[in-house]
Nanobody, 126 residues
């Protein structure tokens, strides 16, 4: 069964860095667009970054220049490197993908995704 597992969440001070990992089991991530999403307390889930199967990368405006998404096809992992973290980056971070035709949907759109990991918590606080 297709499964996504996130890891790497932690508590850090503002300005710190974290690297999140999204590991896939039972399928090859290389063929899928993979997105990272986050949900802050009391807020809706939002798209943070995504990488397409052909390695095109997208970022929401608030993380551009600070976050970098990458994929390691040999290890079947998608990473999210997060630098210069801010308190507003706090939330549960999820990776997700879509197992249906994209039909023009954005890989940053929460509603486009069909398969989700369980999430990993990130807290940025002094």
């Amino acid at each position: 069964q297709m499964r996504l597992v996130e890891s790497g969440g932690d508590s850090v001070q503002p300005g710190g860095s974290l690297r999140l990992s999204c590991t896939a089991s039972e399928f090859n991530l290389d063929y899928y667009n993979i997105g990272w999403f986050r949900q802050a307390p009391g807020k809706e889930r939002e798209g943070v970054s995504c990488v397409t199967h052909d390695h095109v990368k997208y970022y929401t405006d608030s993380v551009k220049g600070r976050f970098t998404i990458s994929r390691d096809n040999d290890r079947n992992i998608v990473y999210l490197q997060m630098n210069s973290l801010k308190p507003e980056d706090t939330g549960i971070y999820y990776c997700a993908t879509r197992r249906k035709l994209w039909e023009g949907r954005s890989c940053l759109a929460v509603g486009a995704m069909t398969d989700w990991g369980q999430g990993t918590p990130v807290t940025v606080s002094s």
